[in-house]
């Protein structure tokens, strides 16, 4: 009976740290974040059968039911690209409130050297060098900072729109030139490089 009681409040305790973990993520997790938890992988079988999991990505499920918000989205896209990846490019200008609403895909930047992901739906991966100062934590997703936001923006978007997440950013109190300036000097040979400098020039005068 002991050992019974013992096992009921084991399993009490993870659908605690489950439930904490599925709130602070937007409803997902990631099988790794589960089996992390405790959670056997023929219970997480028996919780995909009864829908009590339900599939985002691979190895990302949505935790009780299957209606996902965009951010349950952005969540889901980075636990599907590992450990390292975060929100980037226009998702996150999406998410830091300075680019509008981005495409039906995600972008991701996953660390170089993660040459085997496999291609998932509703993912657009990139890959390049992610300094620690650009990385950033915004409503609970990982995601590059503004500055690295912006650096990453300027090649994917016209100048148009470029230049209005800057003055969006700016107007929000995100804008750190420093921290921009840094990011140009990390970036050498980057495409971004010519139009990010002309903003800074512009935001000196």
């Known amino acids: 009976m002991a050992g019974q009681t013992q096992t009921r409040r084991t399993g009490r305790e993870r659908e ?32 995909l059968d009864l829908h ?3 599939h ?15 951010r349950s989205r952005m969540t889901a896209a980075v636990l599907a690209c590992g450990d390292g990846a ?19 895909a995600v972008d991701v930047n996953a660390p170089r050297g993660r040459q085997g992901l496999p291609r998932r739906t509703g993912i657009r991966l990139h890959r390049s060098k992610i300094d620690a100062e650009d990385r950033a934590n915004q409503a609970g997703i990982p995601a590059t ?25 700016d107007r929000l109190g995100l804008l750190q030139i420093g921290a921009v300036e840094r990011v140009c000097e990390r970036g050498r040979g980057r ?7 002309r903003l800074l020039e512009d935001s000196r005068y």
Request: aromatic share 4%; charged share 25%.
């Open 16 to 47: 605690r740290a489950l439930a904490k973990l599925a709130t602070q993520q937007h409803g997902v997790v990631a099988r790794a974040q589960l089996l992390a938890l405790g959670f056997k992988p023929d219970a997480i079988e028996g919780r």
């Open 86 to 104: 975060l929100l980037s490019h226009r998702s996150a200008a999406e998410l830091w409130g300075i680019g509008g609403h981005a495409a039906s």
């Open 191 to 197: 495409h971004a490089l010519r139009p990010i400098r």
């Open 56 to 70: 985002v990505h691979r190895t990302v499920y949505a935790v009780g039911h299957g209606h996902l918000t965009r």
């Open 145 to 169: 900072t503004v500055a690295r936001t912006l650096f990453d923006l300027a090649e994917v978007v016209e100048r148009m729109r470029l230049e209005r997440a800057w003055e969006e950013a």
């Open 52 to 54: 009590r999991l339900i």
